[in-house]
């Protein structure tokens, strides 16, 4: 019996990444599982502390615990996840294995272009040396999506929950325009309910955050 899920998450982050932590990964994808889970928090302070380090090596988030089995990396989460719901991945041999590989896509194609290019572009350089290779990832994306709704299994799986957060960025949806499968393809995964209550609780649970440290500041005068 799997569970009880409990998503590990920062107590606080600054406003910019908020609605964007990769917790929310685990928690839109538990949610369209319908599975029930808490959320704990590392004080981002702390995150370098042992305790942390003993579950996230990087120092980072996300990571999930199901009952006695703890584990990082949002794509490992993930895919633990989607071999415990249907929701998330058909049990179909072929559908699996499509599911799979857009995950693994998702992650080592795409991602691992679009986060570099976003990171480079934090210094505003005159013309981003990555542009040219997010773009040849993003025609061949748009390629796929223009020809079907979801990338595996003719259906939703996490594989397209995942595509969709990586797509989502806000300095990576603005270069959508030129594609309009890929927004119309975004837009659509965001529009799920399960994602739009992951967003929400995720905004809020860093707004208590923000309420209790003005407390905590209140209260030592
Ligand atoms: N590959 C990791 C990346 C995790 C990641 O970048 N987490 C960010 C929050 S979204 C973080 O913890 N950043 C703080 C840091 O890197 O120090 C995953 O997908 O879980």
């Not at 704990?40 to 990087?58: C, K, M, N, W, Y």
């Not at 837009?187 to 609780?201: G, N, T, V």
């Amino acid at each position: 019996m799997p569970g009880p899920f409990t998503v590990w998450t920062y107590d606080w982050v600054p406003q910019g990444p908020r609605g964007h932590v990769r917790d929310i990964r685990l928690r839109w994808a538990l949610e369209e599982a319908g599975l029930p889970y808490a959320v704990r928090s590392v004080r981002f302070e702390d995150r370098t502390g042992p305790d942390h380090l003993a579950i996230q090596p990087f120092a980072q988030v996300p990571a999930l615990q199901d009952g006695e089995i703890t584990l990082f990396e949002s794509g490992a989460c993930l895919l633990h996840l989607a071999d415990l719901s249907e929701a998330l991945m058909p049990r179909d041999p072929q559908a699996r294995a499509e599911t799979l590989q857009w995950v693994i896509a998702g992650l080592n194609s795409v991602e691992m272009v679009s986060v570099p290019w976003w990171f480079i572009g934090l210094s505003k350089p005159p013309e981003n040396p990555l542009e040219g290779w997010l773009n040849a990832r993003l025609d061949r994306l748009s390629a796929v999506l223009a020809t079907r709704d979801h990338l595996a299994a003719d259906r939703f799986t996490v594989a397209d929950l995942l595509m969709a957060d990586i797509l989502r960025v806000p300095k990576l949806r603005v270069l959508l325009g030129p594609y309009p499968a890929l927004e119309a393809y975004t837009a659509r995964m965001l529009d799920r309910p399960a994602f739009r209550k992951a967003r929400q609780d995720q905004l809020d649970h860093f707004a208590a955050a923000d309420a209790a440290r003005a407390e905590a500041a209140r209260a030592e005068g």
